[in-house]
């Protein structure tokens, strides 16, 4: 029989699908480029199975269905009854929500405005464009003007023509207002996080997006000066994030009614966890056969939109973690609080960028290589996480008798949690 550790480190561990994701990620970007130059009429007839609405592809066939069970596994995963529970540790989670929507959007603005709009925009091209979707409902001649974009027809269709660098713009901005991913789970996990507070978030996280998305994208797209389709936004999340959100709340009623709690969250969890990557793995062959072209001219386009993101995510991660430490938190509280800032619900980000701007826009590349750094990155936060955990071994100071004595149930009652995960894995 393994021992406790051995136990421990393998229940802590990701599966190999996961621990390798970069890697997936990297042969599907290849595979899509191949897919690009090969046979471009295959990715051109895929784009074109869409809904239309006044001439106008709105929602791609093929990428709703990956997108949607990109999300399904992550909300069916939530038990909203646990949402109530998270006021009985309210610092841990107006941190949350304040680093994600008072803090990050803003950030993520500034830091990719300076790189894309300044100190790479030569490197990416001063005169580059790019072809977006008409905004939702817009009917333009061509010639007219909208935002900094012009009415063109491409490939017999009306586009708006935008400087490439604000594409990519648009893509960190969608980024950077799509807080936290059902992978933060992993992150939080690893670094022997609080599971609890770090599913809370998830869940309150979707339901906040279900309000502030929509507002925030369209007030920071407007002041990037690139086109505001509300209505599309509005759509997007409707689609993205309230339809999985509802077939999950539902469906996980119904399954653990009928086939009980022990079996949906052994049985079907685990069946259903590689859903979303490979999803998103099918996502990124689509989106990558229409960008083969513009990567194999310049690769270094993923670097230039790699730093501002690796550096936003950083920032992110270190006023999260400081401010926890400030608050006195536990590190269990603490070490969440920080990834979960830190982290991105790019399947969010890359529906939106493609249903606002198109399959092949550079919007739609940007949140990709959103996806492409999110792992090793988060892995490297999780070391340091681990590596500073000390920093929080002083957190009983300053409390009274009563809240020590509360906080020692909370840790006790996680150990036993714990203790039961691994007697399950022992069987």
């Not at 001439?55 to 949402?83: R, T």
């Not at 969608?174 to 869940?203: E, F, K, Q, S």
Request: glycine share 8%; charged share 15%.
């Amino acid at each position: 029989m393994a021992s406790d550790a051995e136990i421990k480190k393998e229940g802590r561990g990701l599966s190999l699908f996961e621990k390798y994701l970069s890697v997936w990620v990297l042969l599907c970007i290849a595979a899509g480029i191949i897919l690009g130059r090969v046979a471009p009429g295959v990715a051109r007839y895929l784009d074109g199975l869409a809904i239309y609405v006044n001439e106008a592809p709105v929602v791609s066939i093929p990428i709703a269905v990956c997108l949607f069970f990109m999300m399904y596994p992550i909300m069916v995963k939530i038990d909203f009854g646990e949402v109530l529970t998270a006021g009985k540790n309210i610092k841990p989670v107006g941190l949350t929500l304040f680093v994600n929507w008072a803090i990050k959007p803003f950030t993520m603005y500034a830091i990719s405005l300076f790189f894309l709009g300044y100190a790479f925009r030569g490197l990416i091209g001063l005169d580059a464009v790019d072809y977006v979707k008409m905004p939702l409902g817009l009917n333009l001649p061509v010639g007219a003007s909208h935002g900094v974009g012009t009415v063109v027809l491409h490939n017999g269709m009306k586009m708006l023509e935008v400087p490439l660098w604000r594409s990519y713009l648009a893509g960190c901005i969608l980024l950077g207002i799509a807080p936290c991913t059902a992978m933060v789970l992993v992150w939080g996990y690893l670094a022997r996080g609080n599971d609890g507070h770090t599913l809370v978030m998830v869940a309150i996280n979707s339901l906040t997006m279900l309000f502030l998305y929509g507002p925030l994208g369209g007030f920071l797209l407007g002041v990037g000066r690139l086109p505001v389709p509300w209505q599309a936004l509005v759509l997007s999340i409707g689609i993205y994030v309230a339809l999985p959100l509802v077939a999950g709340y539902f469906s996980r009623k119904l399954i653990i009614r009928a086939k009980g709690v022990q079996w949906f969250e052994i049985k079907f969890l685990h069946v259903l966890t590689p859903v979303t990557i490979i999803a998103l793995l099918v996502t990124l062959v689509l989106l990558f056969s229409f960008k083969g072209d513009v990567i194999v001219q310049n690769p270094l386009t993923i670097l230039w939109i790699a730093i501002p993101l690796f550096i936003q995510t950083n920032l992110i991660f270190w006023i999260a973690y400081a401010l926890s430490k400030l608050l006195k938190f536990q590190y269990e509280d603490a070490a969440p609080s920080a990834m979960i800032g830190a982290s991105n619900h790019f399947e969010v980000a890359i529906a939106t960028a493609t249903l606002l701007f198109g399959l092949s826009s550079g919007a739609a590349l940007a949140t990709v290589v959103g996806v492409l750094i999110e792992v090793p990155v988060m892995l490297m936060l999780v070391k340091i996480c681990l590596a500073t955990s000390h920093w929080f071994k002083d957190w009983l100071k300053g409390m009274n008798l009563h809240e020590a004595v509360a906080r020692l149930m909370e840790d006790v009652g996680r150990m036993r949690q714990e203790l039961n995960e691994l007697k399950v894995r022992i069987r």
